[in-house]
């Protein structure tokens, strides 16, 4: 488990469209949010993406930058992108399950053709500028994941006030 106001693994990871995130690279002016996303058969993260993608400027207002990342490969990203319509989110793919499981996401294996042989579950990451890591939200199923709307709002009165990393103890 990664603890609050900790540094966090590395994490590359190439990205539809060409280039790469790199998290080292990233400078975001407050945070930047990490979505790990189950991948295309998923039609949760579908839906959560394309909230996501309708909220993707008021994060970046705040000085958050977004990036959703998943296992699946350059060709299903790509459909993804596209089929998902969330032109805007960045989308990297390729993650392994070893970097992954490193970052603490659980990893399912597929139970019907349409999922892959293995995947991570959906995780939600705050990481400050330094690196260290801000916030954590881990699921071991499709849903339970935080809305975005109710995440902005959070972020937005961490902001004003301040607010400090919790769970670090």
């Known amino acids: 488990m990664i603890k609050p106001t900790t540094q966090v693994p590395s994490l590359k990871v190439d990205l539809i469209g060409g280039g790469s995130f790199s998290l080292a690279d990233a400078k975001p002016e407050y945070m930047t949010m990490l979505v790990f996303y189950r991948g295309h058969h998923c039609p949760v993260c579908r839906k959560n993406l394309q ?29 993804t992108k596209q089929d998902w319509k969330i032109a805007d989110v960045p989308l990297g793919y390729g993650l392994s399950t070893e970097k992954a499981r490193e970052w603490g996401l659980y990893i399912s294996k597929g139970i019907s053709d349409s999922e892959p042989a293995e ?11 330094d ?28 902001k004003d006030k301040n607010y400090p990393a919790r769970g670090e103890a």
């Open 119 to 129: 995947f991570s579950e959906p995780g939600l990451f705050l990481v400050l500028p």
């Open 51 to 79: 909230q996501l993608q309708t909220k993707l400027a008021d994060f970046e207002a705040l000085g958050i930058k977004a990036v959703a990342i998943s296992t699946n490969t350059l060709e299903l990203a790509e459909q």
């Open 131 to 158: 690196g260290t890591l801000y916030a954590a939200s881990i699921q071991t199923m499709p849903f339970t994941r935080p809305d975005f709307e109710d995440l902005l709002g959070g972020l937005r009165f961490v």
